[in-house]
């Protein structure tokens, strides 16, 4: 059951790192997506510094839709138009909005629906992002170490049950020591912030990346076995290796080691030497030249 007739639904979170306003939803009464608006995100920003509140326009052809709005309520047929600030901490983070083409479709007992859905979004969305807080490293974006370790430890339970293998990788960068004495802390996290998109561009949905330290990294590859690994591993070692970014007129970049382990092959009774089993893999890489991939010896 619907809670409100409308004609078009949107829902728009306004990120303040890009300073873009991020339309999450825009739908008809189908459900049907429809074409995103293009609003100003430095109109918006001004308008939530003003104090933003619930709006309700009942009929817009006797009252106009503010500006930074405008291009949300674009079509000539919206007659009514309501919207509400979503919530995050107490700051403004974007808006929920409802657009009809029947004049008169809402009313203050809509608005205050309305508000009421606004402020649970609000929660929903804080909640979200305390969550990715406690499980995310804040500069690579991959999941933080203690997380790792708690899907790794679920994943050896249903591995055991289903008799299904799975691979640990352990990488480390090439040389990052130098990227950060010679470029600098800034750069050194600027190509780190890089490198966590690369990897994560390279990795299915259901694999887990994290940050194990400094410059050391690890994944969670789930259902596979040595040569699906080995195929990930080499993917990533090339992508790390055309990775660059610029400080100035330089050109900075490096390369990856990647050490391989495998369930069951690799398993000695605990996570901890299947970790380690991939960290002497990735010490032998080291040893043999850098920038390559080796699994651990069976």
């Not at 920003?45 to 709006?55: E, R």
């Not at 006797?62 to 009514?80: D, E, N, W």
């Not at 259901?206 to 994944?219: H, N, Y």
């Not at 290796?241 to 990647?258: M, Q, R, Y």
Request: aromatic fraction near 8%.
């Amino acid at each position: 059951m619907k809670v409100f007739l409308y004609d078009c639904c949107v829902a728009a979170v306004f990120d303040s790192e890009s300073l873009e306003l991020q339309f999450q939803v825009v739908r008809d009464a189908s459900g049907t997506a429809q074409e995103t608006p293009q609003v100003s995100s430095t109109v918006f920003a001004s308008w939530v510094l003003d104090g933003f509140g619930p709006l309700l326009i009942r009929d817009l052809r006797k009252q106009t839709v503010p500006g930074p709005l405008r291009a949300i309520a674009r079509s000539p047929r919206v007659r009514a138009f309501m919207a509400s600030p979503l919530r995050v901490e107490g700051m403004i983070v974007g808006l929920l909005c409802m657009q009809s083409n029947r004049e008169e479709a809402y009313d203050e007992h809509a608005l205050s629906m309305l508000t009421a859905l606004a402020l649970q979004a609000g929660m929903a969305i804080e909640n979200a992002r305390n969550y990715q807080r406690a499980t995310r490293d804040e500069l690579t974006g991959l999941y933080q170490r203690e997380y790792f370790f708690q899907r790794l430890q679920d994943e050896l339970l249903r591995s055991s049950r289903y008799r299904s293998p799975f691979a640990i990788l352990m990488l480390d960068l090439d040389g990052f020591k130098r990227i950060n004495d010679v470029y600098g802390h800034l750069a050194g996290d600027r190509y780190l912030r890089a490198l966590g998109e690369t990897i994560r561009a390279n990795l299915r949905a259901a694999d887990i990346p994290g940050r194990f330290g400094g410059e050391e990294f690890c994944l969670l590859l789930a259902e596979t076995d040595l040569p699906g690994a080995q195929v990930i591993a080499e993917r990533i070692r090339e992508a790390v290796a055309a990775l660059e970014i610029k400080e100035g007129k330089e050109t900075v970049k490096t390369t990856i080691s990647i050490g391989i382990a495998v369930h069951p092959q690799h398993f000695s009774g605990t996570t901890s030497s299947l970790v380690g089993a991939a960290d002497e893999a990735l010490y032998a890489a080291k040893k043999s030249g850098r920038n390559r991939v080796i699994a651990a010896a069976a």
